[in-house]
């Protein structure tokens, strides 16, 4: 897939490291399990990060803590690194992020 010059600069961003750090907030989904989701971005590769909650239980003589399940995924090539941009770069504190951002959301 041929890539424009924007997304060949938003790609050499995140390999020069400027984009590291959190994407947006630590957000907790409630339902019938907690879920914690995070994302963020560490040395140029973009992640994803679920963790299930945590449980605990009486072995008889005291409380045993579980943690929760775990889940990280991990955005390594380009084509996966331009749709995590498309998808959460309203999210990053760039300018040139958020306008690339912003031509892939749904128009009202």
Known sequence: MKKTKEEKSLLAKLASGVLDGLVGDERVYHGY?????????????????????????????????????????????????????QRYGWLIDDDDVKAYSAKYKPKK
């Open 33 to 85: 399990k907690d879920v914690t989701v995070w994302k963020y971005i560490k040395d140029g590769i973009p992640i994803s990060r679920r963790e299930g909650e945590s449980s605990r239980f009486f072995n008889n003589r005291e409380n045993e803590h579980i943690p929760g399940k775990l889940v990280e995924e991990r955005f390594e090539t380009d084509e996966e690194k331009l749709g995590f941009l």
